[in-house]
C-alpha cells in the first residue's frame, strides 16, 4: 500500500469545498483555498502512517477513509474511526509537529484538502484572522474527538 497521490488545484466554486468549510465565508473560503492542495487516494492506499512526521492536515472532501491503530499483542491494526466526507484528518500531529498516532488508509477513492505547515505560516503572516479561524476549528473538532474517546475509555472501566 504506497501513497500515489495525484495533485491538482483546489476550486472554490466546487460544493464539495463549500460544505467543507460551511463554517467560512465565501470570500474566506476562496482565499484559503489558494493555501490548499487537493490530494486524491486510490482504494487501499495509505493517506498517513503511524510513527510519520508529515507536515500536513488534510480536511476530505470525497470518500471514506479507515483510521487504524497498531495493537501491541498481535502486531496487527484495529479500525478505530471511519471518517467521511467532511472530517478532519491529521490535525494532532500538525499542531504538535509529533508523529502520526494512527495509519490512514483510503477505504475508496478518496480526495481531501492538504494544508501544509509551511502553507499555515503563510496564511498567520497574510491574514491571521482566517488562520485563527482555521485553528479554532481544529481545536474543536480535537475536542470532540477527546470528549469521545473519554466516554469510550469509561464505558470500557
Request: charged share 30%; glycine share 6%; proline share 3%.
Amino acid at each position: 500500500m504506497n501513497e500515489i497521490p495525484h495533485y491538482s488545484l483546489c476550486d472554490s466554486s466546487s460544493e464539495d469545498i463549500r460544505q467543507a468549510f460551511n463554517f467560512l465565508s465565501k470570500e474566506e473560503a476562496e482565499e484559503l483555498c489558494s493555501y490548499l492542495e487537493l490530494r486524491e487516494f486510490e482504494d487501499d492506499v495509505i493517506v498517513m502512517q503511524e510513527g510519520a512526521s508529515e507536515d500536513y492536515v488534510g480536511f476530505l472532501i470525497e470518500g471514506k477513509l479507515a483510521v487504524k491503530k497498531k495493537t501491541g499483542y498481535w502486531d496487527k491494526h484495529i479500525i478505530i474511526a471511519i471518517l467521511e466526507k467532511g472530517a478532519m484528518v491529521g490535525e494532532g500531529g500538525f499542531i504538535d509537529s509529533g508523529p502520526r498516532s494512527s495509519t490512514i488508509v483510503a477505504m475508496e477513492p478518496s480526495r481531501l484538502l492538504a494544508l501544509s505547515v509551511q502553507e499555515m505560516e503563510k496564511l498567520i503572516q497574510n491574514n491571521p484572522f482566517l488562520a485563527v479561524k482555521i485553528m479554532k476549528r481544529m481545536l474543536y473538532i480535537m475536542s470532540i474527538r477527546l470528549r469521545k474517546a473519554g466516554e469510550r475509555i469509561s464505558e470500557l472501566l
